[in-house]
């Protein structure tokens, strides 16, 4: 078929694309402040309090001019990105992330949780309205994992990986792999990400103390919460990539307006 | 080449967070934004429940100090000094009953220990031992009036440009069974880097909450004429008065 033969369908409704375009916008903003209030204290420990005996990670700069990133124990040199790094502000100094990630980009840590908790809601609420939207039009089945998608698993990386010729025969709109992440990331890391960063208040700790108990107390929820950053982040660049080899005018078309040319 | 392009893309998209955030954030409507969090959060969550208590096994012997050390000031090295014998807690304001109440006062008055987990802004925790005497016990000593709305606390340091320490609780948070104010840490008299003689123990709220070195309780309508007027020390440099989050 030529390109005017293929047909266009009306693929992402209104809320989702919306939601999808605020998600965007929240997840730079919690990933920038939520480093900025990493930087706060810049370690991640495996105990409820903080304890150097269980430490997972640590950023620091032992001495002027030099930074170094600690994880279990194996301390290596970080000079210039972690540890010591530009300040915004033309210098450069002791930070654990640099400047020009953290938001705002400089130090301030009250500024920071102010926008991490005002957009951790965006990113709450944007997530909520999705589901909703989605469940509404039944459309929540066709990216939910099965039991029956399990086997079709490896035949599908298979085939993205050219081993095979042909994908396996599946039903729906996603494909098993597709369906996998969709299902890792929608319901299982994203409602993580907002558990343990709860876990971290002891507001939330005295009403429902198991939320912070379940994850080994408040700074293991906080390594867990940084954990679960690192894995969005990992589904993010997979994301991108996957837009731009698989016709990125055509998907981000598709995002905006809701058309989408079938193949 | 599309691969150099994604990375190019990626990388600038993290690098320019920094500087776009901070631009935003010196737009006073933005901020203004960003603070409806906070009402939302204090109505969710609020002061409820108790903090969790935990066992001696789990005191950390050696207690991080948080905030500043040891005060400076003139006024509070002499309190050292005489070993806090000519010290007196002033409780004021909305009050039927204004005290001075030496130590030995409060150490008379019914003690209660709780062994509980200080959550610091910072993101690092450690727990303690504190013991003293309940600060819904002191409100009633005292008598609270009717028009009594927050519990405003006076701290005996300044941040060396002349501003003193304050906190502030409201009538509910004041009254929650784990507001302590505390006189002992660890089985131990309260020493001037963790607050001596008198600080504020809040488990239910992040640290800056529980204000050490406290000089003075007054009870108050409202805190818009203290300080900068937004309830607290940290909270006139943009923290949140509600801290439960």
Redesign the interface.
């Given at each position: 078929m030529n390109h005017a033969e293929r047909p266009v369908i009306y693929r992402y409704g209104v809320v989702t694309r919306l939601s999808h375009w605020l998600w965007v916008l929240a997840f730079?903003?919690l990933?920038?402040?939520g480093l900025q209030?990493?930087n706060?204290?810049p370690?991640l420990d495996a105990s409820?309090?903080?304890n150097p005996a269980r430490r997972v990670l640590a950023i620091g700069s032992p001495q002027d001019g030099i930074g170094t990133t600690t994880i279990f124990g194996h301390t290596f040199t970080t000079t210039g990105f972690l540890g010591w790094n530009g300040n915004?502000m033309g210098g450069h100094d002791a930070h654990a992330f640099?400047?020009?990630?953290?938001?705002?980009?400089?130090q301030?840590?009250?500024?920071g949780?102010?926008?991490h908790?005002?957009f951790?809601?965006i990113a709450a609420l944007c997530w909520i309205a999705w589901i909703v939207a989605t469940a509404r039009k039944g459309s929540l089945r066709a990216l939910l994992l099965r039991p029956s998608d399990l086997p079709k698993l490896w035949p599908m990386q298979a085939y993205y990986l050219k081993f095979r010729k042909t994908p396996p025969s599946y039903d729906g709109v996603y494909n098993p792999l597709q369906k996998a992440a969709y299902t890792t990331i929608g319901f299982v890391i994203a409602p993580l990400v907002v558990l343990t960063g709860l876990a971290?208040?002891?507001?939330?700790?005295?009403?429902?103390?198991p939320i912070?108990a379940i994850f080994g107390g408040?700074?293991f929820a906080?390594l867990w919460h940084f954990a679960g950053m690192l894995i969005l982040l990992a589904f993010f660049?997979v994301h991108?990539?996957q837009v731009?080899?698989q016709g990125v005018v055509n998907q981000m078309r598709s995002m905006i307006t809701g058309w989408y040319r079938t193949e | 080449m599309?691969r150099r392009?994604?990375l190019a893309s990626?990388a600038s998209?993290?690098?320019g967070?920094?500087?776009?955030?901070?631009a935003?954030?010196?737009n006073e409507a933005v901020?203004r934004?960003?603070?409806?969090?906070?009402p939302?959060?204090h109505a969710l969550?609020?002061?409820?429940?108790?903090?969790?208590e935990y066992d001696d096994r789990?005191v950390?012997r050696v207690f991080?100090v948080n905030g500043f050390a040891t005060p400076i000031d003139a006024s509070y090295q002499r309190l050292v000094a005489d070993g806090f014998r000519s010290y007196h807690l002033i409780v004021d304001g909305a009050v039927e009953r204004p005290s001075a109440l030496g130590l030995a006062q409060l150490q008379r008055m019914p003690q209660r220990t709780q062994i509980t987990?200080h959550?610091?802004?910072?993101?690092?925790?450690?727990?303690g031992k504190w013991s003293g005497v309940s600060l819904s016990a002191l409100l009633d000593a005292v008598q609270i009036r009717p028009d009594a709305r927050y519990v405003v606390f006076h701290c005996m340091d300044n941040d060396g440009s002349g501003n003193l320490y304050y906190e502030s609780l409201d009538i509910h948070q004041a009254r929650h069974p784990q507001a302590l104010l505390a006189l002992r840490l660890n089985d131990a008299t309260l020493d001037p880097d963790h607050g001596a003689p008198v600080r504020l123990r809040v488990?239910?709220?992040?640290g800056y909450k529980s204000a050490k070195w406290i000089g003075r309780i007054e009870v108050v309508g409202t805190f818009a004429t203290i300080g900068a007027g937004m309830g607290g020390y940290?909270e006139d440099?943009?923290?949140?008065w509600y801290?439960?989050?």
């Open positions: 730079f903003v990933v920038g402040s209030i990493f706060a204290s370690n409820d309090k903080s915004g640099p400047a020009a990630i953290i938001i705002p980009g400089y301030d840590l009250a500024a949780r102010r926008w908790l005002f951790g809601w971290l208040s002891p507001g939330i700790d005295a009403i429902a103390n912070t408040r700074q906080r660049a991108i990539f731009l080899t | 599309k392009i994604f990626a998209a993290l690098a967070c920094g500087p776009i955030g901070s935003l954030n010196d901020r934004i960003l603070t409806l969090a906070e939302l959060n969550v609020g002061t409820r429940g108790l903090a969790r789990d950390d991080r987990r959550d610091c802004v910072e993101g690092w925790s450690a727990i488990p239910t709220q992040l940290w440099r943009g923290y949140e801290a439960g989050i």
